[in-house]
């Protein structure tokens, strides 16, 4: 227990001589949600799903009486190792997951259903669905997928199928949910798996973006393709190797965003406006060995822009304010990026990282400005998990470097889950959505009016309407996190306190696949409360 006081203590000593950090700000929002959430994905009905791995012991929350006595394990553990967070009154829900989790990957299906792969010991296989309703919990199928996948990341496809790229030891690609098609069943190659790992691997997890033209990039270790999974084709391979001589994927994690499409601009055509990864942090390629061995290696600074569409494509180089292995990168409804959770040394796995960084950082796209915020209390290290909510807040849990539920350790399993406020919350009033014509079923190309309450005594020079889709997080990866910024064509004044504004849907599923997104409207960098809306 001492050295969980010290931790907390130097967050303290941090902060203090920090006093002018102090952009955004933390809330507990619950001391134990039972488990500690080493995945996490927001439904449509703003309930948050959480899931740690089945193995981990007994967890800190029961299964209902009538769940345990069908449980195949009950004889040994009859707790939860999924639950379901209510964020409209902070209840908790266990759910029954009975294959192993752990390291799993998922996606959002089209019709809000939470589509999930992956894992280790009897769930590498499986394939695990539970849909967004007040009582409903997991299915599971143990062969769902067609070879073990561990540590593989998922995307959803303009089709509405999701693709499942690589795993430990797995050189290849597959779709779910399989259907009667004969390549369901069929796992296509992807050598560029094998030729992107090193002697301690450094490309699982690989970061998959969906690009405007229907393609997929791949990212792993520091290297990337443009991959053509319909005709299983590399499209692209003048990408040049990351720089700095750093590993971006785990174990030596680093984290990914594809940063806003911004629809309807000048030098873009609205179906394939220009796309931008963007690529922070990560470890020397020898960081995971070397902390097995005892000596903790300082993470990366650097971070990389590589506009991917472009003709000649070039990385251009940042930093940041301080070296982050671990950390989560989300994009917020402005179209800036949070960075946040994670070490300042070592490696992904059981305690390997070292220094936790308490602060998380706001960058700014458009002009490359990294800003220090408010430092937590409570380190968030491996296996954390980071998500976006409706209401603009960032949900963060999980935190369990231990191989088992252990509250004695440097850095202990914790249970709690926190949200953090960016600086656009403590701005007083925002922006209210009134209503969406013609509704918020929509349909591509659609026009769409927003019917809004803007902010009070601010000028309306600067109004933009985002869409973000909600993103499985896990291994500090947010797999399937976009967002548009959308074309508009009018404001129009109703009112002296009522305004519409006219703007496009997206052109095509290769820009916004089908499924559920969080609409925004941001005035002068403050977003309103998400409004759901689903896109078919």
């Known amino acids: 227990m001492e050295a969980k006081y010290v931790i907390v203590f130097s967050a303290l000593i941090f902060s203090l001589f920090n006093l002018g950090e102090t952009a955004g700000n933390?809330?507990?929002?619950?001391?134990?949600?039972?488990?500690?959430?080493?995945?996490?994905?927001?439904?449509?009905?703003?309930r948050v799903i959480m899931f740690d791995r089945t193995d981990f012991g007994q967890s800190k929350i029961l299964l209902p009486e009538e769940k345990c006595?069908?449980?195949?394990?009950?004889?040994?553990?009859?707790?939860?190792?999924?639950?379901?967070?209510?964020?409209?009154?902070?209840?908790?829900?266990?759910?029954?997951?009975?294959?192993?989790?752990?390291?799993?990957?998922?996606?959002?299906?089209?019709?809000?259903?939470?589509?999930?792969?992956?894992?280790?010991?009897?769930?590498?296989?499986a394939v695990r669905s539970i849909r967004p309703c007040a009582n409903c919990d997991w299915t599971e199928d143990q062969n769902g997928l067609v070879v073990p996948r561990w540590y593989a990341s998922n995307q959803i496809l303009p089709n509405g199928k999701v693709i499942v790229v690589g795993g430990r030891g797995q050189f290849s690609y597959e779709f779910i949910p399989k259907s009667s098609l004969p390549s369901d069943f069929t796992v296509f190659a992807l050598p560029f798996l094998r030729e992107t790992r090193d002697s301690v691997e450094n490309n699982l997890y690989p970061f998959t973006?969906?690009?405007?033209?229907?393609?997929?990039?791949?990212?792993?270790?520091?290297?990337?393709?443009?991959?053509?999974?319909?005709?299983?084709?590399?499209?692209?391979?003048?990408?040049?190797?990351m720089p700095g001589g750093v590993s971006r994927n785990y174990p030596s994690t680093g984290s990914s965003v594809l940063l806003p499409l911004k629809l309807g601009l000048s030098n873009s055509t609205i179906d394939a406006p220009d796309a931008e990864v963007f690529i922070c942090g990560g470890a020397p390629p020898t960081s995971y060995v070397s902390a097995i061995r005892g000596t903790f290696l300082p993470?990366?600074?650097?971070?990389?822009?590589?506009?991917?569409?472009?003709?000649?494509?070039?990385?251009?180089?940042?930093?940041?304010?301080?070296e982050r292995v671990m950390g989560d990168m989300l994009l917020l409804p402005t179209g800036d990026v949070l960075i946040i959770n994670g070490a300042k040394k070592g490696a992904a796995g059981w305690s390997l990282g070292r220094e936790p960084v308490l602060n998380p950082v706001l960058y700014q796209p458009e002009t490359s400005k990294y800003e220090i915020m408010e430092a937590s209390t409570t380190p968030r290290m491996y296996h954390s998990t980071a998500i976006l909510i409706a209401d603009g807040r960032?949900?963060?849990?999980?935190?369990?470097?231990?191989?088992?539920?252990?509250?004695?350790?440097?850095?202990?399993?914790?249970?709690?889950v926190e949200v953090f406020s960016p600086p656009y919350l403590s701005s007083g009033s925002r922006p209210q959505i009134s209503w969406v014509k013609p509704g918020t079923e929509l349909s591509y190309k659609q026009?769409?009016?927003?019917?809004?309450?803007?902010?009070?005594?601010?000028?309306?020079?600067?109004?933009?309407v985002t869409m973000i889709a909600p993103s499985f997080n896990t291994h500090s990866f947010s797999m399937n996190q976009r967002m548009m910024v959308l074309k508009t064509n009018q404001l129009r004044q109703v009112t002296s306190s009522y305004y519409i504004i006219d703007c496009l849907a997206p052109e095509t599923s290769n820009i916004a696949p089908p499924g559920y997104y969080l609409l925004f409207l941001v005035q002068n960098g403050i977003p309103s409360r998400g409004k759901w809306t689903h896109i078919s």
């Open 26 to 46: 933390w809330k507990l929002l619950k001391t134990s949600i039972g488990i500690s959430a080493m995945h996490t994905q927001l439904l449509p009905n703003d």
């Open 69 to 125: 006595s069908n449980a195949t394990n009950a004889k040994v553990d009859c707790t939860a190792h999924s639950v379901e967070l209510n964020l409209l009154d902070r209840s908790v829900r266990p759910l029954t997951v009975l294959t192993d989790t752990w390291c799993s990957s998922g996606s959002l299906a089209p019709d809000g259903m939470l589509l999930q792969s992956g894992g280790s010991n009897n769930g590498q296989r």
């Open 209 to 241: 973006h969906l690009t405007p033209d229907g393609n997929l990039f791949i990212f792993a270790n520091t290297k990337s393709i443009l991959f053509d999974y319909i005709n299983n084709l590399v499209v692209r391979n003048d990408y040049p190797a």
């Open 299 to 322: 993470a990366a600074k650097s971070c990389g822009r590589l506009v991917i569409t472009a003709q000649q494509p070039q990385w251009v180089m940042e930093e940041m304010p301080m």
């Open 394 to 416: 960032v949900l963060v849990g999980g935190s369990n470097p231990n191989s088992k539920y252990n509250f004695t350790e440097m850095f202990p399993t914790d249970l709690s």
């Open 447 to 464: 026009a769409i009016s927003i019917g809004f309450v803007p902010k009070r005594n601010e000028t309306l020079s600067n109004v933009s």
